[in-house]
């Protein structure tokens, strides 16, 4: 899928973690099949290989492409449904790239018992968007999380890998024209 | 001498403007030429005053806090430096009321060093254990651990001493240790706290753990939601590994251990042991059938400890001051100490470790200080998204495994969420339902569709549809599920569904024929 160009690709293996690029969309101009191999042949000596590449993959092109899923099948010797069913078990993993950020709004209890619900609806009142969604220009994609662990601090989001407690109305219009710059 | 100034890098720290505040004290140390230093701790755990900035006197450590970046220059012109006197200072930090009742040993270095650095480490007092552990025969290491009372802090309670000896006496040419840092527990951050504050307390532990039961290899599987604690155990294992604590000699003995990183992939389930391990393998976290048990066929069908971080990390503790001395805290058979976290609506959220047997109401009470929005507490769920909501009535009920099941709920990972009078329980149950709808694994049909018919009766009780009866048919899903499911997903769904039917029934009664109830 083409997508407007976003952040380079990182380098493996140093992931995307905090301090990384922040930006989720990542050109995949390139040959998928070549550079999804690469990823694959650095990683499957590890012991259950398999959540390692998956999260390198998703690393380098922002989604898990169907197209990689029959690659990792034959190089880890399993069948293609088994890897499509290891990777649509998991929230974490896409099947289509997300927007340049990704805002992710926790919905646990603690959340909710500072007002979460309220806070989303106001999210996706501002976006325009609702949860799974990306907004029109691709600026940001709305996920559901639960928990973030700053339950202390409810209610919690988080933008690509930067946290936020106490989210309020003030918060969420920072976070609003953060995402639209 | 260069001043030290701490201030955190805690998840919740930075959630709340902790890395504004560092790089306007960077500012001002700068502007004025001071000789100090900024250093990245831990959180203390009072999570309602962070920021909190501290300073190095010959007055001890002194605190400030909430700190905003508009703060800092006021503080610098207030005399912080020196501890000077300013509205946001709390005084010395030990003195804290909410840290001076604690009784701190799983947590004693956390907020108080630099995470990452092993000199720290050892000056508080660490490795002590290992050193022992590396010593003594692993049998009496077991022993050691039997002997103190450690119970699994990951919910389950299950006697830590007995789970290592099953590994210990386990042939197979490779076993492991693994770490369940998949702390989905809502109310739940200890895991979090302990790993971006502590980090080596939890490797010495995974060590001590492969020296005692032969395992030469350890994961820790840590959920994909935490970057912070993914980032700072990733480097926590390499500064480890390369000074020598673990890797192909830990501490210079003739016992190898070594230690990668694992991240999940959002998937509640996964917190469940067996289901950990299947998604370790790099398969869908579906859960097993026990047994066999993961202590004889776990990761790849060998023998394997799988522990929660605070287990683990309570086990230098044990081996340095010895058994005794931890099981001296606590009361029956729940022994040492357990980091209650304190969250939601509450004025004075954050981990509180203590000894076992406070009572549920001087920690929401006392302790929490009630609710941040000021109104009357309403219900306080323990235990996280599976454990029970207990109403004001059974406040006296103390912090116990065993008062705790016999009053139909559970301590979980001791996380606490406390709801003002605002809450609707029946939404809440209804919710309950639906997370685990959301979350199961698929296995097994209780869980798989009862959860689904669960939220449907819900809704149908919101709507006034045949009330009595449809609270009879989710009394009777629940039954089905808590004895019917394979695991604890199922299985203890029901305990908040059921505790919010039978403590707040008047919130299963709404009025009839209400169109949009919600």
Same mark, same amino acid.
């Given at each position: 899928?083409?997508?407007?160009?976003?952040?380079?690709?990182?380098?493996?293996?140093?992931?995307?973690?905090?301090?990384?690029?922040?930006?989720?969309?990542?050109?995949?101009?390139?040959?998928?099949?070549?550079?999804?191999?690469?990823?694959?042949?650095?990683?499957?000596?590890?012991?259950?290989?398999?959540?390692?590449?998956?999260?390198?993959?998703?690393?380098?092109?922002?989604?898990?492409?169907?197209?990689?899923?029959?690659?990792?099948?034959?190089?880890?010797?399993?069948?293609?449904?088994?890897?499509?069913?290891?990777?649509?078990?998991?929230?974490?993993?896409?099947?289509?790239?997300?927007?340049?950020?990704?805002?992710?709004?926790?919905?646990?209890?603690?959340?909710?018992?500072?007002?979460?619900?309220?806070?989303?609806?106001?999210?996706?009142?501002?976006?325009?968007?609702?949860?799974?969604?990306?907004?029109?220009?691709?600026?940001?994609?709305?996920?559901?999380?639960?928990?973030?662990?700053?339950?202390?601090?409810?209610?919690?989001?988080?933008?690509?890998?930067?946290?936020?407690?106490?989210?309020?109305?003030?918060?969420?219009?920072?976070?609003?024209?953060?995402?639209?710059? | 001498?260069?001043?030290?100034?701490?201030?955190?890098?805690?998840?919740?720290?930075?959630?709340?403007?902790?890395?504004?505040?560092?790089?306007?004290?960077?500012?001002?140390?700068?502007?004025?030429?001071?000789?100090?230093?900024?250093?990245?701790?831990?959180?203390?755990?009072?999570?309602?005053?962070?920021?909190?900035?501290?300073? &190095?006197? *010959?007055?001890?450590?002194? #605190?400030?806090?909430?700190?905003?970046? @508009? !703060?800092?220059?006021? %503080?610098?012109? $207030?005399?912080?430096?020196?501890?000077?006197?300013?509205?946001?200072?709390?005084?010395?930090?030990?003195?804290?009321?909410?840290?001076?009742?604690?009784?701190?040993?799983?947590?004693?270095?956390?907020?108080?060093?630099?995470?990452?650095?092993?000199?720290?480490?050892?000056?508080?007092?660490?490795?002590?254990?290992?050193?022992?552990?590396?010593?003594?025969?692993?049998?009496?290491?077991?022993?050691?651990?039997?002997?103190?009372?450690?119970?699994?802090?990951?919910?389950?309670?299950?006697?830590?001493?007995?789970?290592?000896?099953?590994?210990?006496?386990?042939?197979?040419?490779?076993?492991?240790?693994?770490?369940?840092?998949? &702390?989905? *527990?809502?109310?739940?951050? #200890?895991?979090?706290?302990?790993?971006? @504050? !502590?980090?080596?307390? %939890?490797?010495? $532990?995974?060590?001590?753990?492969?020296?005692?039961?032969?395992?030469?290899?350890?994961?820790?599987?840590?959920?994909?939601?935490?970057?912070?604690?993914?980032?700072?155990?990733?480097?926590?294992?390499?500064?480890?590994?390369?000074?020598?604590?673990?890797?192909?000699?830990?501490?210079?003995?003739?016992?190898?251990?070594?230690?990668?990183?694992?991240?999940?992939?959002?998937?509640?389930?996964?917190?469940?042991?067996?289901?950990?391990?299947?998604?370790?393998?790099?398969?869908?976290?579906?859960?097993?059938?026990?047994?066999?048990?993961?202590?004889?066929?776990?990761?790849?069908?060998?023998?394997?400890?799988?522990?929660?971080?605070?287990?683990?990390?309570?086990?230098?503790?044990?081996?340095?001051?010895?058994?005794?001395?931890?099981?001296?805290?606590?009361? $029956?058979?729940?022994?040492?100490?357990?980091?209650?976290?304190?969250?939601?609506?509450?004025?004075?959220?954050?981990?509180?470790?203590?000894?076992?047997?406070?009572?549920?109401?001087?920690?929401?009470?006392?302790?929490?200080?009630?609710?941040?929005?000021?109104?009357?507490?309403?219900?306080?769920?323990?235990?996280?998204?599976?454990?029970?909501?207990?109403?004001?009535?059974?406040?006296?009920?103390?912090?116990?495994?065993?008062?705790?099941?016999?009053?139909?709920?559970?301590?979980?990972?001791?996380?606490?969420?406390?709801?003002?009078?605002?809450?609707?329980?029946?939404?809440?149950?209804?919710?309950?339902?639906?997370?685990?709808?959301?979350?199961?694994?698929?296995?097994?049909?209780?869980?798989?569709?009862?959860?689904?018919?669960?939220?449907?009766?819900?809704?149908?009780?919101?709507?006034?549809?045949?009330?009595?009866?449809?609270?009879?048919?989710?009394?009777?899903?629940?039954?089905?599920?808590?004895?019917?499911?394979?695991?604890?997903?199922?299985?203890?769904?029901?305990?908040?569904?059921?505790?919010?039917?039978?403590?707040?029934?008047?919130?299963?009664?709404?009025?009839?024929?209400?169109?949009?109830?919600?």
């Amino acid at each position: 899928m083409k997508m407007a160009n976003g952040g380079e690709a990182p380098s493996l293996p140093e992931k995307s973690w905090p301090g990384g690029d922040s930006m989720n969309i990542r050109v995949s101009a390139g040959d998928v099949a070549e550079r999804s191999i690469g990823i694959i042949r650095s990683l499957k000596h590890l012991e259950g290989p398999m959540l390692p590449i998956l999260h390198a993959i998703q690393a380098e092109f922002g989604y898990v492409p169907e197209d990689v899923k029959p690659i990792i099948a034959s190089e880890l010797n399993l069948s293609r449904a088994e890897v499509h069913g290891v990777v649509t078990f998991y929230h974490e993993f896409r099947d289509h790239p997300a927007g340049r950020h990704v805002l992710k709004l926790c919905g646990s209890e603690a959340c909710q018992s500072m007002g979460g619900d309220r806070v989303a609806d106001r999210v996706r009142e501002i976006l325009g968007i609702d949860f799974h969604q990306t907004t029109l220009d691709g600026a940001v994609t709305l996920e559901p999380v639960y928990c973030l662990g700053l339950c202390a601090c409810a209610p919690a989001a988080m933008l690509d890998d930067e946290v936020f407690g106490r989210v309020d109305e003030l918060c969420i219009s920072e976070i609003a024209a953060e995402v639209r710059r | 001498m260069t001043i030290r100034i701490f201030v955190p890098r805690d998840a919740a720290a930075l959630a709340l403007g902790a890395e504004k505040v560092a790089q306007a004290i960077a500012r001002e140390i700068e502007t004025r030429g001071l000789d100090a230093k900024i250093i990245r701790n831990g959180s203390r755990g009072m999570v309602w005053l962070e920021p909190l900035v501290e300073v &190095e006197t *010959d007055r001890g450590r002194i #605190a400030y806090g909430p700190v905003k970046s @508009g !703060d800092v220059a006021g %503080l610098f012109d $207030g005399g912080l430096a020196t501890g000077g006197d300013h509205p946001l200072c709390l005084g010395p930090t030990e003195e804290i009321a909410f840290l001076s009742r604690q009784t701190r040993l799983t947590f004693a270095r956390c907020g108080i060093i630099d995470p990452l650095s092993v000199e720290d480490y050892r000056a508080h007092g660490g490795l002590v254990g290992l050193e022992k552990a590396v010593a003594m025969a692993p049998a009496e290491i077991v022993a050691q651990v039997t002997e103190s009372g450690l119970r699994g802090r990951g919910g389950a309670g299950f006697p830590t001493g007995i789970k290592w000896k099953t590994v210990m006496e386990a042939a197979g040419p490779q076993k492991y240790i693994v770490c369940n840092a998949d &702390e989905g *527990d809502s109310a739940t951050f #200890a895991d979090r706290m302990i790993m971006e @504050g !502590d980090p080596f307390v %939890l490797i010495e $532990g995974m060590a001590i753990a492969g020296v005692a039961t032969g395992a030469t290899k350890g994961y820790v599987y840590i959920r994909s939601e935490y970057p912070h604690a993914i980032a700072t155990m990733t480097e926590a294992v390499k500064i480890a590994t390369k000074t020598g604590m673990i890797g192909a000699s830990v501490m210079g003995s003739a016992y190898r251990f070594d230690m990668e990183i694992r991240s999940g992939a959002g998937a509640y389930v996964c917190g469940e042991e067996t289901s950990l391990l299947n998604s370790l393998e790099g398969k869908r976290g579906i859960v097993r059938a026990k047994p066999p048990l993961p202590a004889l066929q776990g990761f790849l069908g060998r023998p394997t400890v799988v522990n929660n971080v605070i287990s683990l990390a309570s086990v230098p503790v044990i081996m340095d001051r010895g058994a005794a001395f931890y099981k001296d805290f606590g009361m $029956g058979r729940s022994r040492g100490t357990i980091p209650i976290q304190i969250a939601g609506n509450v004025k004075h959220g954050g981990l509180f470790e203590t000894a076992f047997g406070l009572t549920l109401g001087e920690i929401v009470d006392q302790i929490g200080g009630g609710t941040a929005t000021g109104r009357p507490v309403k219900a306080v769920q323990v235990g996280g998204p599976l454990g029970a909501y207990f109403p004001r009535a059974l406040f006296d009920t103390p912090f116990d495994y065993e008062a705790f099941a016999a009053k139909d709920g559970l301590i979980g990972h001791a996380g606490i969420t406390v709801f003002d009078d605002s809450a609707d329980m029946l939404k809440q149950a209804r919710f309950a339902m639906e997370f685990c709808a959301i979350e199961s694994c698929g296995k097994c049909t209780p869980c798989r569709i009862g959860s689904t018919r669960g939220v449907e009766t819900a809704d149908k009780i919101a709507r006034g549809i045949e009330p009595e009866k449809n609270r009879a048919l989710l009394a009777d899903l629940c039954n089905t599920m808590k004895f019917g499911s394979l695991c604890a997903l199922g299985g203890f769904t029901p305990y908040p569904v059921m505790s919010a039917m039978t403590h707040f029934p008047e919130d299963f009664s709404p009025a009839p024929m209400v169109e949009a109830a919600e």
